[in-house]
């Protein structure tokens, strides 16, 4: 069925979960796993006085969600490891999760995307928008939400 699954991650508990059961699925069904973290693009924000974030605080904020990001990745390839599931990674800075997670399953011809969901309710999702409602709406492969 599926031989070429996309784990898309931010590190949170439902992530975590949702990484078990993805590389799971992918045992079953003999398939791969590419694991994928969204770097969040952080603005050069004016405070105080219109004093601008210096380049060396946001170079020091790249490279922590670098790090972050390497962590969050190196857990799944732990357990594709663990599971026996090849496993490749990808990280990338696009402009926001959603279109990072659509892309990289296209880069990397995955033909499914498994991924949690915070389960908000309707107004919270309203408020903060929904990386896996916009997933699910604008994906041309099949996206399994995990929740």
Aim: glycine share 6%; with cysteine.
């Amino acid at each position: 069925m599926f031989k070429h699954v996309l784990l898309p991650t931010d590190g949170s508990p439902i992530a975590r979960k949702a990484i078990k059961a993805g590389v799971a699925l992918a045992r079953e069904l003999g398939a791969k796993v590419t694991a994928y973290y969204a770097l969040e693009t952080v603005q050069p924000y004016i405070y105080s006085e219109g004093v601008v974030i210096s380049t060396a605080m946001l170079r020091d904020f790249d490279q922590q969600a670098r790090d972050r990001g390497a962590k969050y990745l190196a857990e799944v390839e732990k357990a594709a490891s663990a599971a026996g599931v090849p496993c490749q990674t990808l990280m990338t800075k696009p402009a926001t999760a959603h279109q990072g997670i659509i892309a990289a399953a296209k880069k990397r011809k995955c033909d499914v995307i498994f991924m949690a969901s915070h389960g908000r309710g309707e107004f919270a999702a309203l408020l903060l928008g929904s990386v896996t409602q916009k997933v699910l709406a604008q994906s041309k492969v099949p996206v399994l939400v995990y929740r």
